[in-house]
């Protein structure tokens, strides 16, 4: 158990550590924007206002509510202590909502959406390639190229082929929103079932996606394990070969655990612009229409938001994958 | 060498992957050859013209005629001109009406318009059939009489009086050469929302979405080498700090880092070259990775313990010693790097950080184009369809290469 | 003579290539292990000794396959036999195997007594998991190895306790025969003495009563069991005691490989090792006459084309060449 604390202390501290760093790069990089900002959106903002020191005005306006007057540092602090209470400031494109606002009302869309598919995803992707590996004839001949093919159709190409063949041909499932658009929010059975009829075409494409890629990888580290030597000596044990498949598909499915980890960020691209495709309230959606609006209030909170996101799914899988797969914890827990 | 490429052209994987790749390249050279011209020309107005053969109107109605009486000509025009919806009203009609559809099919043309004729009374009003739905049967009506009803346009011009004067009577059984039509263009793929070639636009598309790719590859291959190298062989205070910047970079999404520093750079200096770099810069943390450990195992092998005896110079040494031996490794890498750089820069479009899009297309930009302009949702396949089937295409056979090369090259996982 | 625990008459395999070419790795051979003795079989790598130790098990699967001979043991013969009554009624009970490569042979993700608990569950569904426990306790400590080991994956075991632990499940059910391929040679020394010690503990405790040892070093078989044979390309040249074996041996090639390894005895010290030249011939297309004939220096013509028989001479000494026992020894004697 001692072991195990000093894993868990490292892994902490490295999580720690990037934490910082990503908050550091968000704050940075934003500001290093050739143009200024604050300009930009006060050019915007005073639109036809050809009266000068009215413009002047609306600029230092805007430079102190942003804190872009103070120095450097300063700004980074006053940053952090707003973001730790949540305050990421006011979103130019949705004036006078604010950014945490923003944020608060699209992040449970986006958990909501891609947390199930995503592992839903990986499962199936584990159980497709574990199968592929145990049956392999035919299977290597005709259906892994088709795997291979589908693992490569980028997410947002899944998403648009998904709708316009479910959508908008068969007309099985709505092909945009969270909801019916004549709704507003509230706990009812109507609303209830819009939301999981819009559910549907985001959900699968993204679940599709995942499974593409993870079964080609699984496929390949079942085949590597069904030659491993314990293989053999378990064999000539006597132990069924049903146990034995178990014992590979076990080991063979622990280091997908650190592949979700490692490609968890690189998902969450995808599927973000899956959202987007799907106008899905979530946010992916929020991100493109801050971008299209140069909301960079907006822009910034939401990356932030995501890079949290990330970084507690790779560290929770990170514990996880140390506290079960014993070959990890003799490695790193000594 | 020599046998290394040899054995990579064994693996069926490699060979048809390659074989995929070749093909879009040769297509990216040789269609402009054919049909030459600015890709960003927009040539037709309006928005997404389908895909087809286009013919003037204008020259053909001045072109020499042929008369041709073919039997099917009459059910064939009047099969085009009858929407699919009137169909599906007409059956309606015959439904209210009581007549037996069970073996109707709406395809015959003839069976459905002489059905029409015998069931379909103006004055009768069916039970429960709203006003509005009989004022449409009304106009249904005259419409499919004048489909059938003249069997010839006059063409008429204004003279010197100004009055309306017939110059010219097309009839039905008039026919010309599409030799003969002065104007005929060829549309294998329609035109896009602003009117432009889609196809002219996508092969242009490929090659700037595959410059892109190579870039950011090269880019993200040769941090990734020089990190790797540099933490592998010199190792001690310079291997932990590499290991931490890459280990941090390893944990943010480089997708995010994408999107704020493409976002930081401002859409004025986005060109394509700019965003490639920027991908390039994102995504060396797995090449940084794999090198690293691959000269971690080579460093004390005694041919680089010779070369660090006989007195060579680092760069010697990594040049001649480690360089080769992970060459194969370093080119996979390479190749996954392109293909997920194609991706990248189609998602980073699709949020609108693409490059900026008044130069050139790139994949990534025509798909967000059809999507600002709904093509999934009013039916214009042409204008995404092929996009996503190019960009998968390129991802599939860059894979492949990269599966050929690790079944050469890793004979574990050899089936 | 005692009662015979492993009979092999005969024996054919073959494995089949993924280019569907068949190589035919043990070729005929035969041979008996009588209850409480052990025989070691020696030979350079790919000669087929680890083959045979796969082959004597009555159970394949891809890309190893049988083609003919017996396989009997204690007088049941298995060679026939539906794959999964041998795998439910022998394997592990009548005889067990261990690996060579003892450093992965156990599944890393599991702990040792979870193995145990299949393994034992394999022949006997309905066994008591606390049952199991106690006997593998009890068999843990008579063999010397702590209990603890049980309650640990095989990641966290040493080496040499790996291939301890390997060798007490192999025999946890007390199979007549065990079959060890090459269970010492990835060890160090202390580790090495004590795996043998612990072979020879299972035979003199009875819990099995006889045994084969597969190594490619002679003298280790020398210090651990009764006879010793030797295997070239795919069939058996010479057999006898391991007495007779070090100290006369009458094939060629058997001398080829006495000259080519170290014995760690007095006045050695300084003696010139010599490897045999050549390579052993392709098992695809075995040669008609002697497979060893391309490498001998005292082949004659027609050694290369009539097949040789196996010859027995003295007690219980066999041997496979065109030569005469005395012809042989003269002319050895002569070097």
Request: hydrophobic share 45%; aromatic share 10%; charged share 20%.
């Amino acid at each position: 158990m001692k072991g195990y604390r000093k894993y868990f202390g490292k892994k902490l501290l490295w999580f720690v550590v990037t934490f910082i760093v990503a908050v550091i790069l968000n704050f940075i990089l934003p500001r290093l924007m050739p143009a200024d900002p604050v300009a930009s959106i006060t050019g915007k903002l005073a639109g036809g206002n050809s009266d000068a020191s009215a413009v002047a005005e609306i600029y230092k306006r805007y430079q102190k509510e942003f804190g872009t007057d103070l120095p450097m540092i300063q700004q980074f602090f006053r940053f952090c202590k707003n973001a730790i209470h949540g305050n990421f400031g006011l979103s130019f494109s949705q004036y006078p909502r604010s950014v945490s606002n923003i944020i608060a009302s699209s992040i449970g869309w986006t958990i909501a959406l891609q947390l199930p598919a995503i592992l839903v995803g990986w499962l199936l992707g584990n159980i497709l390639g574990a199968l592929a590996a145990y049956i392999r004839k035919g299977y290597d001949k005709v259906l892994l190229p088709i795997a291979l093919f589908l693992g490569n159709v980028p997410a947002f190409g899944m998403a648009v082929i998904m709708l316009v063949i479910f959508g908008v041909y068969l007309k099985i499932a709505p092909i945009s929103g969270g909801y019916a658009f004549d709704m507003i929010p509230h706990l009812s059975w109507n609303f209830i079932k819009s939301v999981i009829s819009h559910y549907q075409l985001p959900f699968w494409s993204i679940v599709i996606i995942s499974i593409g890629g993870q079964a080609v990888g699984m496929r390949s580290m079942s085949i590597y394990e069904l030659n491993a030597d314990y293989v053999k000596y378990s064999r000539f044990l006597g132990i069924k070969d049903r146990k034995i498949v178990g014992y590979v598909f076990r080991n063979a499915m622990l280091p997908q655990v650190t592949g979700l980890a490692m490609s968890i960020g690189t998902m969450i691209g995808g599927a973000l612009v899956a959202e987007i495709i799907f106008s899905y309230p979530g946010l992916g959606s929020t991100m493109y229409s801050a971008v299209t609006s140069a909301d960079y209030p907006l822009i910034s909170a939401t990356t932030l938001i995501i890079t949290i996101m990330v970084l507690v799914m790779t560290f929770l899988l990170d514990i996880i994958y140390g506290f079960i797969d014993p070959r990890v914890k003799a490695a790193q827990f000594e | 060498m020599k046998n290394t490429l040899r054995q990579v052209f064994h693996s069926s994987k490699f060979v048809a992957g390659f074989i995929i790749f070749v093909a879009i390249l040769l297509m990216m050279f040789i269609y402009p050859l054919i049909n030459p011209g600015n890709p960003l020309q927009q040539i037709g107005v309006g928005t997404f013209a389908k895909p087809g053969t286009y013919v003037s109107l204008y020259d053909a109605t001045k072109s020499p005629v042929s008369t041709f009486r073919l039997p099917d000509a009459a059910e064939k025009r009047l099969g085009t001109s009858l929407s699919e919806e009137d169909k599906v009203a007409m059956v309606e009609w015959f439904e209210a009406v009581g007549a037996d559809i069970s073996d109707l099919d709406t395809n015959d043309t003839e069976k459905m318009l002489e059905m029409w004729d015998e069931y379909y009374d103006p004055s009768a009003k069916p039970k429960g059939m709203i006003r509005a739905k009989i004022l449409y049967y009304g106009r249904l009506d005259k419409s499919l009489k004048e489909m059938g009803g003249s069997d010839s346009i006059s063409i008429a011009d204004k003279n010197e009086e100004g009055e309306l004067e017939e110059t010219k009577k097309i009839l039905d059984t008039d026919y010309v050469n599409t030799k003969d039509v002065a104007n005929v263009k060829t549309l294998p793929l329609g035109t896009d929302n602003f009117g432009r070639d889609v196809l002219k636009e996508l092969v242009s598309a490929t090659g700037t979405s595959i410059r892109i790719g190579l870039i950011a590859g090269i880019v993200a291959t040769l941090i990734g080498l020089t990190f790797g190298l540099l933490a592998g062989y010199v190792g001690g205070i310079l291997d932990d700090i590499i290991m931490f910047v890459t280990n941090i970079f390893t944990v943010i999404p480089g997708f995010v880092l994408l999107i704020l520093i493409s976002y930081s750079i401002g859409q004025e200096q986005r060109g394509a070259a700019v965003v490639a770099i920027v991908i390039g810069f994102t995504s060396w943390t797995w090449t940084a990775r794999s090198v690293r450990s691959q000269v971690i195992s080579l460093r004390n092998r005694d041919h680089v313990n010779l070369s660090k005896l006989s007195g060579h110079s680092l760069v010697r040494i990594v040049l001649t010693d480690i360089l080769p031996y992970i060459a194969s490794y370093v080119v996979m890498a390479f190749i996954l790097q392109v293909s997920s750089g194609i991706l990248s820069e189609a998602q980073l479009s699709l949020l609108g950080l693409g490059p900026k899009t008044t130069e050139v297309p790139t994949l990534g930009l025509m798909m967000n184009w059809a999507m600002l302009y709904s093509a999934h949702t009013n039916g214009s396949w042409w204008a995404y369809f092929p996009v996503i089937l190019t960009i998968t295409l390129i991802s599939f056979s860059l894979n492949l290469m990269n599966t050929g090369l690790d079944q050469v090259f890793n004979p574990t996982l050899r089936d | 003579m005692g009662k015979a625990m492993l009979e092999v008459k005969n024996l054919k395999t073959k494995y089949i290539t993924r280019f569907h070419e068949d190589v035919y790795a043990v070729d005929g051979v035969s041979f008996t292990i009588e209850e409480g003795k052990s025989l070691g079989i020696a030979g350079e790598s790919g000669c087929g000794k680890s083959t045979l130790a796969l082959s004597m098990m009555g159970y394949y699967f891809a890309p190893l396959h049988y083609i003919s001979g017996d396989i009997i043991i204690d007088g049941k013969n298995i060679s026939g036999m539906d794959p999964d009554t041998v795998r439910k009624t022998i394997l592990g009970t009548e005889i067990a195997y261990i690996p060579q490569a003892a450093m992965n042979a156990l599944n890393p993700t599991q702990k040792i007594i979870r193995f145990i608990e299949d393994v034992v569950h394999a022949h006997d569904p309905k066994k008591d998991k606390k049952e199991i426990r106690e006997m593998a306790e009890k068999r843990f400590a008579e063999l010397g190895l702590p209990a603890e080991a049980l309650n640990k994956h095989a990641v966290e075991l040493s080496g040499g306790m790996k291939q301890r632990t390997v060798i007490a499940v192999s025999t946890i059910l007390n199979p007549k025969v065990l079959i060890a391929d090459e269970p010492s040679s990835a060890l160090d020394v202390t580790s090495q003495k004590m795996v043998i010690k612990m072979m020879r503990e299972l035979m003199e405790k009875g819990y099995i009563k006889s045994m084969l040892f597969i190594t490619h070093e002679l003298p280790l078989l020398y210090n651990v069991t009764d006879d010793i044979m030797v295997m070239y390309a795919g069939q058996l040249v010479e057999k006898g005691s391991a007495e007779q074996m070090v100290f006369d041996p009458v094939h060629p090639y058997s001398h080829g490989l006495m000259k080519s390894i170290l014995v760690p005895e007095e006045g050695t010290r300084g003696q010139k090792l010599t490897a045999i030249p050549g390579a052993p011939p392709n098992l695809k297309r075995p040669p008609d006459g002697c497979r060893f004939a391309a490498r001998c220096k005292y082949a004659k013509p027609e050694c290369r084309y009539s097949a040789i028989p196996e010859k027995e001479f003295e007690e219980n000494r066999m041997y496979r060449c065109l030569m005469g026992v005395d012809e042989l020894r003269e002319v050895y004697g002569n070097e």
